[in-house]
């Protein structure tokens, strides 16, 4: 069985939302539904723990996220924002989950993908978490995998 991270996942999702966004991320069991667009930012994590994390974030999660981090009205923001934001709070996230890890271990670069109707799995791993979160700026789902024994 694998180890499972749940508290300090949910608590770094929270502590980058606050520091990076200004607002609060709280566990919820609401979705947005699944034929919306939207982006998924996923960076792996390899060496003594090896796995993936990957935020989904709804439209409006997206353009708030970039708009709060980049300091611009919404009406700002551009596609490329919405992706660089996504990826950064990838970063952020699986970075600070590494530094709870079993280590030693390093990240990937950070990959994004848009649209809708796609699928998306992280090969050879397990589902650890997959968690739900809203904030005033929209929904976020926050997944983690670790290779499978």
């Given at each position: 069985?694998?180890?499972?991270?749940?508290?300090e996942?949910?608590?770094?999702?929270?502590?980058?939302?606050?520091?990076m966004?200004?607002?609060?991320?709280?566990?919820?069991?609401?979705?947005?539904?699944?034929?919306?667009?939207?982006?998924?930012?996923a960076?792996?994590?390899?060496?003594?723990?090896?796995?993936?994390?990957?935020?989904?974030?709804?439209?409006?999660t997206?353009?708030?996220?970039?708009?709060?981090?980049?300091q611009?009205?919404?009406?700002?923001?551009?596609?490329?924002?919405?992706?660089?934001?996504?990826?950064?709070?990838v970063?952020?996230?699986?970075?600070?989950?590494?530094?709870?890890?079993?280590?030693?271990?390093?990240?990937?670069?950070?990959?994004?993908?848009?649209?809708?109707?796609?699928?998306?799995?992280?090969?050879?791993?397990?589902?650890?978490?997959?968690?739900w979160?809203?904030?005033?700026?929209?929904?976020?789902?926050?997944?983690?995998?670790?290779?499978?024994?």
């Open positions: 069985m694998l180890a499972t991270y749940e508290a996942v949910e608590q770094i999702l929270q502590s980058v939302y606050a520091t966004l200004g607002v609060d991320a709280v566990r919820d069991d609401n979705d947005f539904a699944p034929d919306e667009e939207c982006l998924i930012a960076i792996q994590i390899t060496g003594a723990w090896t796995g993936c994390v990957t935020l989904g974030l709804a439209p409006a997206a353009r708030g996220a970039a708009a709060a981090m980049l611009i009205p919404a009406a700002e923001v551009t596609a490329a924002d919405q992706e660089d934001t996504a990826a950064e709070l970063n952020m996230t699986g970075g600070n989950l590494k530094s709870v890890l079993p280590g030693p271990s390093s990240l990937s670069l950070p990959t994004v993908v848009a649209g809708r109707h796609f699928g998306f799995r992280v090969q050879g791993a397990e589902l650890l978490h997959d968690l979160f809203d904030s005033s700026l929209g929904g976020t789902r926050l997944r983690v995998y670790a290779r499978q024994s």
